[in-house]
């Protein structure tokens, strides 16, 4: 592969608007050629943005999938950091945005296909997505962590069952960034408690990841897997995620599966109880590691996919890997992203 400093990409920003008026956007890579094979949208997870992807490792993401060809869009949802916190659900982002991101990028490029790799809450919004029948131009969808159900550890559903409604009552938002300049009173107690109770490492954002958003110690990757450089990276990669997310979150936990919350017409109350409504292909990934969501979450999805057409999807369950150091992680160009892109051309 071409050396990090050997790079260059043509990069813009596209902006698209969400079906209730939100200014979204698209990051747009592409590298010295054209691309050779179709669109691929990458979209993030909760509280995050698409540059999660963009990881200060040899070879991250966005490199493997412009390497092999790929014409690469970063989906900027209204989960994004690089957009005003607002108090989202998982049912909004799959009615009003993911179709419209889909639907820009089929505008921008000509194709009447794309490919999608999909993480987290990213994941679950977009598959709600998928299932409903909201992006047919969605080919073939790579998903990363949880996808259709939902289960978490013990603690997690603790935390979310009886703590965050809790919390809730004094903050719309939780904010891993506090680690490093927690502005109110509140915000300062939840990182005094994160420093008494988290011990793995001196970077107090790392930690408040791990306080936010699971179980563990670390929560959402293995310290092993990061490179020193990236480990720091992630002070500046984590911000707002309103309560509104994780109330939804605890029903789905309750149930085992996604549920819709908003009562928008356009989705199923549930997303297991019938067929999906596409003739999308699914590769389905899981950290063996992860203790944000159990990889018994895919299994279980695969096993609804597999039931409804056998032999068509595939899972991968990464021995070595967490959460979202599958992305990040220092050897996961080695590891994950040859998988990845074999199964985005199929």
């Avoid at 050779?36 to 966005?62: D, K, M």
């Avoid at 310290?223 to 020193?228: D, F, M, V």
Wanted: glycine share 6%.
């Amino acid at each position: 592969m071409t050396s990090r400093r050997d790079r260059e990409y043509d990069e813009r920003i596209v902006p698209f608007e969400s079906a209730d008026g939100m200014q979204c956007h698209l990051v747009n890579v592409r590298g010295r050629h054209a691309p050779t094979r179709e669109p691929v949208l990458v979209v993030h997870g909760a509280g995050v943005r698409g540059n999660i992807f963009r990881a200060p490792v040899e070879t991250n993401l966005v490199d493997a999938l412009v390497e092999a060809g790929h014409d690469v869009w970063l989906e900027n949802w209204r989960a994004s950091i690089d957009l005003p916190p607002n108090e989202w659900t998982l049912d909004q982002a799959a009615v009003r945005d993911h179709p419209r991101a889909v639907r820009k990028v089929v505008e921008e490029t000509g194709s009447d296909s794309i490919k999608a790799v999909i993480h987290c809450q990213g994941s679950t919004s977009f598959m709600m997505s998928a299932v409903a029948g909201l992006v047919p131009e969605v080919k073939t969808i790579v998903a990363n962590a949880v996808s259709l159900h939902t289960v978490i550890p013990p603690i997690s559903k603790f935390k979310i069952k009886r703590i965050s409604p809790l919390v809730a009552k004094l903050t719309p938002y939780m904010n891993p960034a506090w680690g490093d300049t927690p502005p109110t009173a509140l915000a300062k107690s939840l990182r005094l408690l994160v420093k008494l109770t988290h011990h793995e490492c001196d970077n107090t954002v790392c930690r408040m990841v791990s306080f936010t958003y699971g179980t563990g110690f670390p929560a959402l990757w293995q310290h092993e897997n990061l490179n020193p450089e990236t480990h720091d990276w992630v002070r500046g990669e984590f911000a707002f995620v309103p309560f509104t997310f994780f109330a939804q979150m605890a029903r789905c936990v309750d149930r085992g599966h996604l549920v819709s919350v908003d009562g928008d017409p356009n989705l199923p109350a549930s997303f297991v109880a019938a067929p999906p409504q596409t003739d999308a292909r699914f590769a389905l990934f899981a950290g063996r590691l992860n203790k944000c969501f159990l990889p018994e979450s895919q299994r279980r999805t695969f096993e609804f996919l597999d039931r409804d057409r056998p032999g068509y999807h595939k899972l991968y369950e990464l021995a070595d890997y967490s959460h979202l150091d599958v992305f990040m992680g220092k050897r996961a160009a080695q590891d994950v992203f040859p998988l990845m892109i074999d199964e985005l051309a199929r």
